[in-house]
């Protein structure tokens, strides 16, 4: 359904020595082993003069150097029917002045490419700006494993954020553990050991450890430095092993060489654990500060070991503010001073491990697999904005696509003799969380909403019942409305909160107007101005909101309450004080921060403006909304509502997930009042882009909807829908699909949506 099933991998693949080898095929295997069913494989570069024994995965190969062998891979990507490619990028790792020859690869392509940039140079030559501009522009994304990445790619090479995603180096998933049992299996029971692992090479900085021993051994005699790993072999190739040799003689000469032992061999991962495991001080000495990412020190951080680091851009981000220990670059009395402390103070050692490992948890290659599927996903939905047929089962933009109608009867199953079930496992009702009277109020919004010409009523029964549940939930003593009751038709409080009374008032005022029963009319404006006064001393912008579109509908079937109408003003002039306080020229907000039924401020000064002839309140209303569409675009056109995850603020990028129904609906309905405010034809299809969230117009290109049946799902997560089905999801797609109905019917369009664009400034 996401139209994701098979996935290529170009880079560097095991069994060839390097980092991105291991990489490559790491987050291969993570990706298949995920549990979305996909195919992977793996284009491997093989460098000049090497032959390896590749794996299975490995599908294709391409010698480096040989630019004619690039164009048939393409081909054969093209071929082998793949949905995207994730390209692992470094320079080095492709044939061509700057990795050139991977241009004509990468330009031949069908698919999308999300590209992983394993190195970002901030003072690129020419040609290395030109290559790398290049592979930008092809890829739907860029990955870099760090927030350096993110800002250069940005500055030096003018790449749009959005477009770039920052997911952390993978690290394995194993438990927490002790250093002792893997001493003794591989020969230093007894002592302290530092570890450095990975290729050999000068940029590495060993000779400032091996410097810093002296200085260590004063307080931890029985330290040991273990330098683990294969000389590069493209160093091997240049002049052998010689530098080896010059760091063995540096040991000799002062007196260290008992206690720095190297290891010159490649390990498989299994061996690597153990090693790591052992050590209790890793140690990452680079010499400059230009690298982007490590895969070494990850691992290292990942299995819970004090580090003690240069501050290349990698370990600032990810052991600063004391996550390890950070030291200048090529001072070994600093790094030695360091790493005695951690190995003579053994609680500050085992506090800082145990934080490391807490706080790598969202690094597994699990974790890293999911939220590259997210990325190849969102690649996917990108390519078929492009294209004119629907595809994996979302709804493309730029087609036009016919509005379902409303269909009922998971909303009827939802229901019982007390009112709207609030949650349900799966779609079956979840009688244990009971009900509570923010679900029941729009559950008579939505049966006021079905009274419209054009659409089929609920049953009557089911609209008095909802109706009763709002009269049952008014605490005449406490003068506010209860929220939550248990299914033994208790009520779990004496009042619910201020954003529930007013969604209940907003119920009542929609009601009292437009309700065909008369009776039921009287009784909505008669409880409603029983419960007015005392949103008076309500602090909650949303609650204010909530009550002005209530007032719409009160003030509107009872004109001459003219404290409903000061109230009206008052609650106006509020959110337009908030607006004037918080407002910059980027930030069109009435908070610092953007959190949840964001569209219902604007909607509501939108309707107290049209209502009371007050342009002020419009024009703040037009201006809020139109930013908050533009926050709510993604970068690929759809609709993206501000997710749960933590509600953003104005210093950071809004939160993409988890995404709700209740967003959408919001959504909608502000569009439709900017409608009726300025006739902009252009808010209907602003709302259309919404609607087709439902539809699988999002971020995984799936839908949240059954058409057939009514029911919607609660929600989207990064990797998945939420399966459950509860009331407030169901009732806010009805109540979605009903109001953009309305406003096509308004506007004397038929009911086909058609391709939509972001409104501009």
């Not at 240069?310 to 009395?333: I, K, M, N, Q």
């Not at 009776?519 to 419960?531: D, G, K, Q, Y």
């Not at 675009?633 to 997930?657: M, Q, Y």
Request: glycine share 8%; charged share 20%.
């Amino acid at each position: 359904m996401t139209g994701l099933k098979n996935i290529a991998f170009i880079g560097n693949s095991l069994p060839r020595r390097c980092g991105i080898a291991t990489f490559t095929t790491d987050l291969q295997q993570a990706v298949s082993r995920s549990p979305i069913t996909v195919g992977t494989a793996i284009v491997a570069m093989t460098d000049h003069g090497h032959a390896y024994d590749y794996p299975e995965s490995v599908w294709l190969q391409i010698p480096d150097e040989s630019l004619e062998d690039y164009i048939p891979a393409a081909e054969a990507l093209n071929a082998g029917r793949f949905d995207v490619v994730c390209l692992q990028h470094e320079f080095g790792i492709f044939g061509g002045e700057a990795g050139s020859h991977i241009l004509a690869l990468l330009s031949r392509l069908e698919m999308p490419v999300v590209t992983t940039l394993h190195t970002v140079l901030a003072e690129p030559n020419l040609a290395q700006r030109r290559v790398l501009t290049r592979i930008v522009e092809i890829s739907a994304k860029v990955v870099v494993m760090a927030e350096k990445g993110r800002v250069l790619l940005s500055k030096v090479y003018g790449v749009p954020m959005d477009k770039i995603e920052v997911i952390p180096h993978g690290i394995p998933d194993i438990a927490f553990c002790e250093p002792d049992a893997a001493k003794q299996k591989l020969g230093f029971e007894g002592r302290s050991v530092i570890l450095t692992f990975g290729l050999l090479s000068p940029n590495k900085g060993i000779e400032v450890m091996i410097d810093a021993m002296p200085l260590i051994l004063q307080s931890r005699p029985d330290a040991v430095y273990v330098v683990l790993g294969a000389t590069h072999p493209n160093l091997v190739r240049t002049e052998g092993e010689a530098y080896r040799e010059r760091l063995i003689a540096r040991a000799l000469d002062l007196g260290v060489e008992n206690n720095v032992v190297f290891m010159n061999q490649f390990v498989d991962q299994a061996t690597l654990l153990d090693f790591i495991s052992m050590c209790d001080v890793y140690a990452t000495p680079y010499l400059t500060e230009a690298q982007m990412t490590s895969g070494t020190l990850a691992y290292s951080f990942g299995l819970g070991k004090a580090v003690v680091s240069t501050p290349y851009w990698h370990a600032g981000e990810l052991l600063g503010e004391g996550r390890g220990v950070l030291v200048p670059f090529s001072d070994a009395g600093t790094i030695g001073a360091e790493i005695a402390t951690l190995l003579t103070d053994g609680a500050r050692r085992d506090a800082m491990r145990l934080r490391a490992y807490a706080e790598s948890r969202s690094m597994t290659w699990e974790r890293t697999a999911e939220r590259y599927l997210v990325q190849f996903r969102e690649a996917i939905r990108g390519r078929t904005l492009t294209r004119p047929l629907v595809s994996g089962g979302g709804v493309s933009l730029r087609k036009p696509f016919a509005l379902p109608e409303p269909q009922l009867a998971y909303f009827l199953s939802m229901c019982d003799d007390t009112g709207l079930f609030q949650h349900a496992v799966y779609s079956v009702p979840d009688r244990s969380h009971g009900y509570c009277v923010d679900d029941n109020a729009r559950g008579l919004l939505l049966s006021i909403a079905l009274y419209s010409p054009g659409e089929k009523s609920l049953p009557e029964p089911l609209a008095a019942r909802f109706a009763s549940f709002v009269q049952h939930a008014w605490n005449p003593d406490e003068k506010h409305f209860r929220n939550f009751m248990g299914f033994d038709r208790r009520w779990l409080e004496d009042k619910g909160s201020e954003d529930s009374h007013g969604r209940t008032l907003w119920a009542l005022g929609e009601c009292a107007r437009s309700d065909i029963n008369p009776s039921r009319r009287r009784w909505a404006a008669a409880l409603f101005a029983e419960a007015l006064p005392t949103v008076e001393n309500f602090r909650s912008p949303r609650a204010w909101a909530f009550t002005l579109l209530g007032l719409d509908g009160y003030c509107a079937a009872r004109k001459d309450d003219d404290f409903a109408q000061r109230v009206r003003m008052a609650l106006a002039a509020r959110l337009i004080d908030l607006l004037a306080r918080v407002e910059t020229h980027d930030w069109v907000w009435f908070e610092e921060g953007l959190s949840y039924d964001n569209a219902r401020l604007p909607q509501a000064l939108l309707l107290a403006g049209l209502a009371t002839g007050t342009s002020d309140y419009v024009t703040a209303g037009l201006k809020s909304l139109r930013w908050l569409m533009r926050m709510q675009t993604a970068a690929l056109g759809h609709f993206r509502p501000i997710g749960t995850d933590g509600f953003s603020d104005r210093r950071t990028k809004p939160r993409g997930f988890d995404q709700q129904p209740l967003e959408v609906t919001a959504t909608i309905a502000a569009c439709h009042a900017a409608w009726r405010a300025d006739q902009d034809i252009e808010w209907r299809s602003e709302a259309g882009r919404a609607f087709a969230w439902f539809l699988g117009s999002n971020d995984l290109a799936l839908p949240l909807v059954d058409p057939d049946t009514g029911s919607c799902r609660d929600g989207l997560h990064p990797t998945r829908v939420n399966e459950n089905r509860g009331g407030e999801s169901v009732v806010s797609y009805l109540l979605g699909l009903v109001e953009l109905r309305k406003l096509s019917r308004a506007i004397g369009h038929s009911s086909t949506i058609a391709p939509v664009h972001a409104l501009s400034a």
